[in-house]
């Protein structure tokens, strides 16, 4: 029996991998609109969440959601430790773009009060306080959901110069129609569409996550060089290869 669930967990893997190559191959010179609508209304049609940090690109992929399926379902992993910006920034968001199916998702009380009962997780051992306060919440979550929709882009870091656009952790599949885009072209939509910006971008923050762990950056930084400056962390771990795990 064993065997046979390994041979079967190899076989989805396999046809999870191949369809995600073939949907970059030909979504790649497709629009970000178009690479959405296509994921939402044809490929995974009441199997897909949009992922969205409320942080300095937030809005585009938001506003792009709101024209194509407002009820989508867009997960916020609140950490408790988001500035008090964000949430006045989500809120705003929300609202102006009538969004209607917010998620707001938290660290399980039980798991927060044995692995993090001083509140200094962050601080003695970054990366387990990322996974009691996304990386699981989303995974219990999207026990429900197929694909997920990342606003993640190619020119943000070393780390994400080869993303393509549709990718298969094993068990999700994860659609990244901002892949191409640069700095410049959410600048652009961000004024043909009247966005408003998030309120610390001003203050030098071009990537914000929770106030613990997040820096302004120095021009000509990497914009992602403020998360978690000082320490060999880059990612928070919901975007590591491993995500979804190998179930079937």
């Known amino acids: ?7 079967l967990k190899d076989q989805k893997r396999t046809l999870g991998a191949l369809r995600a190559e073939a949907l970059s191959d030909v979504w790649e010179h497709l629009t970000a609109q178009d690479i959405l609508r296509k994921a939402i ?13 409320f942080g300095a690109d937030s809005a585009v992929l938001l506003h792009m959601v709101s024209q194509i399926e407002p009820n989508l379902p867009v997960i916020f992993l ?13 809120d705003e968001l ?10 707001n998702l938290k660290a399980d009380p039980a798991e927060a009060a044995v692995e993090d009962d001083k509140n200094t997780l962050w601080r003695t051992q970054p990366n387990q306080c990322c996974d009691l306060r996304k990386v699981r919440p989303l995974n219990r979550f999207m026990e429900g959901f197929g694909a997920w929709i990342s606003g993640r882009k190619r020119h943000q870091s ?7 656009i549709v990718e298969f952790g094993g068990k999700h599949f994860k659609v990244n129609p901002l892949a191409t885009w640069t700095a410049a072209d959410v600048e652009a939509y961000f ?14 923050f071009p990537s914000i996550g929770c106030f613990t762990c997040t820096k302004p950056v120095a021009a ?29």
């Open 220 to 248: 000509g930084e990497d914009a992602r060089s403020g998360r978690w400056a000082g320490t060999e962390k880059v990612e928070c771990g919901i975007h590591n290869p491993i995500y979804g795990g190998d179930g079937i």
């Open 94 to 103: 929300v609202a102006r773009l009538g969004l209607t199916n917010l998620v």
């Open 191 to 204: 004024v043909n569409h009247d966005l408003p910006a998030h309120p610390l971008v001003d203050q030098g």
């Open 158 to 164: 070393a780390t994400r110069t080869s993303l393509p």
């Open 41 to 53: 209304t044809e490929q995974f049609i009441g199997d897909i969440t949009l992922s969205s940090s």
């Open 1 to 7: 029996m064993t065997i046979l669930i390994d041979i």
């Open 78 to 90: 609140d950490t408790d430790r988001h500035f008090f910006q964000t949430i006045q920034y989500r």
